[in-house]
């Protein structure tokens, strides 16, 4: 073999040598991003949720519409109108956020099955309609159709 072949078949076998370097560095990545995606989103759902516990009047008044969804229009206007609006934002964001890294790939099908489960329990709240009538405006129109294709289906 002639030093010109030699050193063709070292530079192709270090061509290869890296492309398979290159691959193995970006599949590290890929799960090393949809792991840091996924704390990420359950992070948020825990903070939201310690948050939560920690509001008295938002859980009293979340306690009144659950037991009489009719005394929704009362707090129209009050603080613990406010409390809830910004309780259903949170609500909103998160499942967004949820589904635009599914979208993307960024967060695998499995926890995304239980974000569909969630957001499936929360349009079926006897008052997501007023909230998502109020709001929906804040939200891209994939995913205000994804949440409005959940809800004609329940």
Same mark, same amino acid.
């Given at each position: +073999? ?5 050193? #063709? *078949? ?29 704390? !990420?989103?359950?992070? !948020?759902?825990r903070q939201g949720s310690y948050a939560l516990m920690a509001?008295?009047?938002?859980? @009293?008044?979340?306690?009144?519409? @659950? ?6 229009? *009362? ?10 609006r910004a309780f259903w934002n949170a609500r909103f964001n #998160? +499942? #967004? ?8 790939? *960024? ?26 009538? +109020?709001?929906? !405006? ?6 205000? !159709? +994804? ?8």
């Amino acid at each position: +073999m002639s030093g010109k072949a030699i050193r #063709e *078949t070292v530079g192709f076998l270090a061509v290869v040598g890296s492309m398979v370097f290159v691959g193995v560095e970006i599949q590290q990545n890929t799960a090393a991003t949809r792991s840091a995606t996924q704390q !990420a989103i359950y992070d !948020a759902g825990r903070q939201g949720s310690y948050a939560l516990m920690a509001n008295l009047p938002l859980l @009293e008044v979340l306690l009144a519409i @659950e037991n009489d969804p009719s005394q929704l229009e *009362t707090f129209s206007g009050t603080i613990e109108g406010r409390l809830l609006r910004a309780f259903w934002n949170a609500r909103f964001n #998160e +499942m #967004e956020n949820s589904y635009f890294h599914f979208r993307e790939g *960024t967060l695998d099908p499995e926890p995304w099955s239980g974000w569909e489960g969630y957001i499936t329990e929360v349009v079926g709240d006897p008052t997501f309609p007023y909230h998502w009538d +109020m709001l929906q !405006a804040r939200y891209g129109d994939e995913f205000r !159709a +994804m949440i409005d294709g959940v809800f004609v289906d329940l």
